[in-house]
């Protein structure tokens, strides 16, 4: 199954704070409403112009900060494919996996703003189709990999009833 | 081959033995979340069907990051974690009673134990020789109800520090030189594991300070052997009895060692908007400051206060430079009102709030204003941070701040004390 979209272009070192910031703090019990205002301290169009599928590529430590889950949490619910990024604050990336967000470490500096960009998860590749170049990625390890097919933190737990760190 | 302070406390927790690299269960002693991922933690709890605590005792729900709530939102948030406190029997830290990690230091972590909290800076726990690390509501709300987590065992990135800090240089400033030095992601994914005669000789409550920043340079935990310095604290906590001893093997394997001269490290300001982003006092100094805030889980212990106030003691903040002044914790609080501090700072022109995070979440007591500048205590300095992607915050120790608060301008520490 592949996930395709655009991409959404955002730089090195982007925190949490410009995710989901310190001052929407109140909406953090009503998701839907935080989401609303996904990333707009890093690009007041992203959150009112992202369609369904379309990436956030990002530079060097994405995500990183604070623990807030709302974080990626919001991303998801934005409908974002995934998030690409040279390298991940820890935190924000495994949260990410915990939500059921695709998290993608590759070198991000060829993609630019607008560019069609196609994941094929199971493979480990992201093509970007307008530029006609593939990325590719190794895969997630173990128990990552398998809450992530689970959909998450949550539905690994409802499905498995413990942890699953064997599982394949 | 030995193992690393990391090593040695996880592999108490597991079943089997586990060097870095590997995955594994770890059993947890003790959970906490705070306001703003508490909330989240109890409804996936819910959704689990698992309203439980594995270990009520040690499992602590803090209010702290908006407290007394500002909002009616935040109240009702408040209201649920009380609820399942009771439900549960895990313990509730209220509001004034303090920020998460400066509690959970003093009144239930103990050396050897594995910690896990939904906020970031858990990790300020390995100064206490504890495996404390920051992770999600969802990790969390997990490792409350089944006493476990997965947790990769991180290799380590051992810091040796040797030598004397010279006057009116500080853990803060240390610490912002090593993050300065191995930059905001260089310790991602890994152990910091700080050393070396300077912490062999630092009195615990600063160590608390290089250990709470581990994850400014992207750590998953900043361990400190467990030694006379940690008993001496416990003792004056009233916990003598929990102390014990843990040092990383002396042939550990470690990822990489950076070695430090702490006689050349200078006060240091953090600059916007980067941790990383370090300059020395002679740089930083003659930039205008609108807003001081002293406090927070990194620097708002009772001995930064008495450092502040004794450079504030018998004067008047700049007319035109705010100061803000917030106790880490009830206790504190206490001691500084017994101490006669809190009438130090009142005279001097501070605005003192109760126990809590106070402004470093941006959500309430001390905003910034467009454009405006704030040397802070702090831990971290990132755009929009204290509620205003307009603001900007700059980091350094309680002294330079206490001396900025004063000239109006950044200021050098050593001039006044």
């Known amino acids: 199954m592949t996930r395709n979209g655009k991409a959404w272009i955002f730089g090195d070192n982007i925190s949490t704070d410009l995710i989901a910031p310190g001052r929407l703090f109140h909406l953090r019990s009503n998701l839907p409403e935080l989401a609303k205002h996904v990333l707009e301290d890093a690009d007041p169009e992203f959150a009112s112009k992202v369609q369904k599928g379309d990436f956030v590529i990002g530079g060097s430590n994405f995500g990183l900060g604070s623990s807030r889950e709302h974080a990626p949490t919001i991303i998801e619910i934005a409908g974002v494919s995934a998030v690409v990024a040279k390298s991940f604050a820890r935190i924000f990336y495994r949260n990410s996996i915990n939500v059921g967000l695709p998290v993608i470490q590759c070198d991000t500096s060829e993609i630019e703003a607008g560019d069609e960009l196609e994941l094929d998860l199971a493979a480990g590749t992201l093509k970007n189709v307008t530029k006609d170049f593939t990325l590719t990625f190794p895969p997630l390890p173990g128990i990552m990999r398998t809450i992530l097919n689970d959909g998450g933190l949550v539905k690994h737990l409802q499905k498995h009833g413990d942890f699953n760190i064997n599982a394949e | ?417």
Not at chain 2, 59 to 83: G, Q, Y
Not at chain 2, 153 to 161: A, L, M, Q
Not at chain 2, 356 to 377: A, F, M, N, R, Y
């Open chain 2, 1 to 417: 081959m030995g193992l690393t302070l990391a090593e040695k406390i996880l592999n108490e927790h597991t079943d089997e033995n586990v060097r870095a690299g590997e995955l594994a269960i770890v059993r947890v002693d003790v959970c906490l979340t705070q306001d703003g991922t508490g909330p989240l933690a109890v409804r996936q709890l819910e959704k689990l069907d698992m309203v439980k605590a594995a270990n009520p005792e040690r499992t602590v729900l803090f209010i702290d990051h908006a407290a007394p709530s500002p909002r009616k939102e935040l109240a009702n948030d408040h209201m649920l974690l009380r609820e399942f406190a009771k439900k549960t029997g895990a313990k509730l830290s209220d509001i004034g009673d303090g920020v998460c990690h400066q509690v959970i230091h003093e009144s239930h972590l103990k050396p050897g134990d594995v910690l896990v909290g939904a906020d970031s800076h858990t990790c300020m726990g390995g100064a206490m020789c504890a495996f404390s690390t920051g992770m999600g509501s969802t990790d969390v709300a997990v490792a409350i109800a089944l006493g476990k987590t997965w947790l990769k065992i991180p290799e380590t990135v051992r810091v040796n520090i040797e030598g004397e800090l010279s006057n009116g240089v500080y853990a803060k400033d240390l610490i912002l030189h090593i993050i300065g030095l191995i930059t905001a992601d260089g310790a991602t994914y890994k152990a910091l594991e700080f050393g070396g005669s300077t912490i062999d000789n630092m009195p615990h409550y600063e160590r608390m300070v290089l250990s709470n920043m581990a994850v400014e340079a992207g750590a998953k935990t900043g361990l400190i052997a467990s030694d006379d310095k940690t008993k001496e604290w416990l003792e004056s906590q009233g916990r003598g009895d929990d102390f014990r001893a843990i040092a990383p093997d002396a042939d550990a394997v470690y990822e990489r060692v950076v070695e430090i001269d702490a006689a050349t490290v200078a006060p240091i300001v953090a600059f916007p908007h980067r941790v990383d982003n370090v300059k020395t006092i002679d740089d930083a100094k003659g930039e205008k400051i609108d807003q001081v805030f002293i406090g927070t889980c990194t620097n708002g212990r009772l001995e930064d206060l008495r450092v502040a106030a004794a450079i504030l003691k018998g004067k008047k903040r700049h007319p035109d430079t705010r100061l803000i002044v917030v106790p880490a914790s009830r206790k504190i609080y206490g001691q500084a009102l017994e101490e006669g501090l809190l009438t130090i700072f009142n005279d001097a022109g501070a605005s003192i709030n109760s126990s809590g995070c106070g402004p470093c979440v941006g959500v309430h007591q001390g905003i910034l204003g467009d454009g405006e500048k704030c040397l802070s205590t702090m831990n971290r300095n990132f755009q929009g941070r204290m509620g205003n992607t307009e603001g900007f915050i700059m980091l350094a120790s309680p002294a330079t701040c206490a001396a900025t608060a004063l000239a109006g301008v950044i200021a050098d520490p050593r001039e006044v004390l």
